[in-house]
């Protein structure tokens, strides 16, 4: 799942790398932890910019995706509400005709009653492919609280 | 298998997201972008009102702070923005347009409403509704608030929350909007069910008309279905707008 980055790529090309293999599963996961198109843009774009930020200092034989998923889900949490205007313009990644519109809202609608653990958990297993033990590490919490959370999202979902 | 209904959601998620379209280029800081073409054309500038004032030919007051060395590069440099990536709609728009946009100038295209999946004893409706411009340029703003009615009732204001990703747009001669307006209501309850506690004071019952304030006038929309109940806040109405 990651960048298997040579010992002689420059930085530049390793964050080009990074961003070419890993942007849209970064905005996925924003989508699912937000539940929101436009914030989900902006996040990935300011995850990627910290990445930039920080690319002479980061051991990029580490797995790169889960640095940004973690980078992603802080910033969610902890500064991004604050960062007017937009980084990016809003029509950049929109989605192209007005059924997808149509259907995100729709979507958008029926997971609004999860929490974003609860979202992100369900969706990063059950869509993503991530092991239990791989979510919980990005989404820090315990495995268990894991389980448990998608358990909940399973049962909020079928409930209507 | 008791998890259709989630499997049917995540295979919407799935489907959806793997619409978006995401820039080629990644996201970089202005500040790294350019450093050595901003210090040359700094120094560039420096030589070049040298070389002016030695010759005598005196600049206004204003011409060396206004672009000068100090000026517009330090501020390039310093931007943590990363290299703007609107488009030149939006852009014009922004800057240079401020003629906001009229109801007369708009004619009604083709109207579809869909129904949504609805949660937790709730319901769902999604009409999209093409608006197409036959008078000038304008600013077409997404409205805090649409006009709701019944078929024969009067307009009464409700919140609209914007479920998209942008709250205005530039709209061309004979260009054409796309609007999608989403409601979501509670579920009637049936005899002896359960009592739920109402979602709002005074809802407003049998929806089939919307009307999109503007800065003159409104758009009437008719919806095609009936939502059963609104309520003017919390919002139980979205709005989105594409172009």
Redo the contacts between chains.
């Keep these: 799942m990651e960048a298997d980055v040579g010992v002689d790529e420059s930085v530049d090309m390793r964050?080009?790398r990074?961003?070419?293999r890993f942007?849209?599963d970064v905005?996925?996961f924003a989508?699912?932890w937000t539940n929101d198109?436009?914030t989900a843009?902006d996040l990935?774009?300011e995850a990627?910019?910290r990445l930039?930020?920080h690319r002479a200092s980061i051991d990029w034989e580490r797995p790169i995706l889960g640095w940004l998923l973690v980078t992603t889900r802080r910033l969610a949490n902890n500064r991004f509400r604050s960062l007017h205007p937009r980084?990016?313009?809003?029509?950049?990644?929109?989605?192209?005709d007005?059924s997808?519109?149509?259907?995100?809202?729709?979507?958008?609608?029926?997971?609004?009653?999860l929490t974003s653990l609860e979202r992100a958990a369900?969706?990063m297993t059950?869509?993503e492919g991530w092991s239990y033990a791989e979510a919980a590490d990005v989404l820090q919490t315990t495995e268990g609280a894991l389980r448990a959370a998608v358990s909940r999202?399973?049962q909020?979902?079928?409930?209507? | 298998m008791s998890d259709s209904r989630t499997q049917q959601i995540l295979n919407e998620w799935r489907s959806v997201a793997d619409a978006v379209v995401m820039s080629p280029a990644p996201p970089r800081p202005r500040s790294t972008a350019a450093p050595i073409g901003i210090a040359l054309t700094a120094v560039s500038l420096v030589v070049i009102v040298v070389a002016l004032s030695i010759r005598g030919h005196g600049m206004s007051p204003q011409g060396p702070a206004a672009g000068g060395p100090g000026s517009t590069p330090a501020t390039a440099a310093s931007s943590v923005l990363p290299v703007a990536t609107r488009s030149p709609t939006e852009d014009a728009s922004s800057q240079e347009l401020d003629v906001a946009c009229v109801a007369s100038q708009f004619v009604l295209g083709k109207t579809t409403n869909a129904p949504g999946f609805g949660t937790l004893g709730t319901a769902s409706n999604f009409v999209t509704q093409q608006l197409q411009n036959v008078g000038d340029r304008c600013h077409f703003n997404l409205p805090p608030t649409v006009d709701v009615a019944t078929a024969t009732g009067p307009f009464e204001p409700v919140s609209a929350v914007n479920a998209g990703t942008r709250s205005s747009f530039d709209v061309a001669p004979g260009a054409s909007l796309s609007m999608v307006i989403g409601a979501w209501w509670q579920l009637p309850r049936e005899p002896g069910g359960t009592p739920t506690a109402p979602p709002c004071g005074d809802p407003i019952r049998n929806v089939t008309r919307v009307r999109i304030p503007l800065e003159s006038g409104g758009v009437e929309i008719a919806l095609g279905t009936t939502w059963y109940e609104v309520c003017a806040s919390p919002p139980h109405v979205s709005l989105t707008l594409e172009p």
């Design positions: 964050y080009e990074a961003y070419g942007a849209k905005f996925r989508l699912a198109w436009a843009e990935t774009q990627y910019l930039w930020n980084l990016t313009a809003a029509g950049s990644a929109r989605q192209g007005e997808v519109s149509a259907r995100w809202l729709d979507v958008r609608h029926a997971l609004e009653s369900l969706i059950a869509v999202a399973r909020k979902l079928e409930v209507a």
